[in-house]
């Protein structure tokens, strides 16, 4: 994309994100106080991501697990995860632990809208149609956000989560982000808001209205296919590969 639409994206990001962090200070003053009186520890999780061109960035997100819960080296989470606080799980819940990424979003590190931030592990064995998700800014929401919204449920009683997520959650992910890229736009960005906020409240809603607008946009039956989660979701390879992932060491 063109300086221009990066430029208007950058002035929209800042500005929404600003207004939203003013907008939603009351319920983050309550969350970040629920947060620290579990505990009386700090109620922000600090993480590093890696961002466009593959530039490492920290995360702010609101903590909703146990402090330290990094350092087990299990990156992908469970609905059942024993890291997981008593305020944590409401926090999951609601997705309200990401709401303090509207914080990188004024730093510049980050969009609203674009392939959600991984960290350098799952980075480091992205295949070379992956490295594509790379190119642009991460963001707080995009398809795959609402697509796999119930992440934590597909996790859920895996004896490895962090492959589960690598076999099952990834591959579609990656389309999703891949698909948004090649078609990127300020008016997708706004839809894709109002879609995430959309599934706050009803995500079967949600989900169909994300078919309906990648059927406009001229997606794949499988893509359209997997949007729809109706279906329950099998090991399969990530895009640019045929080979379904067995080992994050590969």
């Known amino acids: 994309m063109g300086f221009m ?12 994100a600003l207004v939203g962090l003013i907008f939603l200070s009351p319920i983050l003053t309550l969350i970040i106080l629920a947060i620290w009186l579990q505990d009386i520890k700090s109620p922000f999780y600090i993480s590093e991501r890696v961002g ?5 960035f920290r995360i702010i997100k609101l903590r909703s697990m146990i402090v330290n819960a990094d350092k087990k ?16 799980k409401i926090v999951r819940k609601y997705k309200l632990d990401e709401l303090s990424q509207l914080f990188n979003v004024i730093k510049g590190d980050m969009s609203l809208v674009g392939p959600r931030p991984n960290v350098m592990r799952e980075t480091d064995i992205y295949t070379v149609e992956e490295k594509k ?11 795959a956000s609402i697509v796999f919204a119930d992440e934590g449920e597909i996790l859920k009683n895996k004896s490895d989560p962090d492959i589960a997520y690598n076999q099952l959650i990834r591959p579609g992910k990656s389309k999703l982000g891949l698909f948004y890229i090649e078609h990127q736009s300020l008016i997708l960005d706004f839809k894709i808001i109002l879609l995430t906020i959309v599934a706050l409240f009803s995500r079967d809603i949600s989900l169909r209205k994300s078919v309906n607008l990648l059927e406009k946009m001229g997606a794949t039956k499988e893509l359209l296919t997997l949007a729809a989660r109706k279906h329950t979701l099998v090991p399969t390879p990530p895009p640019g590969t045929n080979k379904i992932v067995t080992s994050r060491f590969e």
Request: net charge positive.
């Open 5 to 16: 639409y990066r430029f208007i994206k950058r002035i929209f990001d800042f500005v929404t």
């Open 52 to 56: 466009k061109n593959e530039k490492t």
């Open 73 to 88: 080296g299990v990156d992908s989470t469970s609905a059942n995860d024993s890291r997981i606080t008593a305020v944590g």
């Open 133 to 143: 998700l790379l190119a642009v800014k991460p963001g707080i929401t995009d398809f």
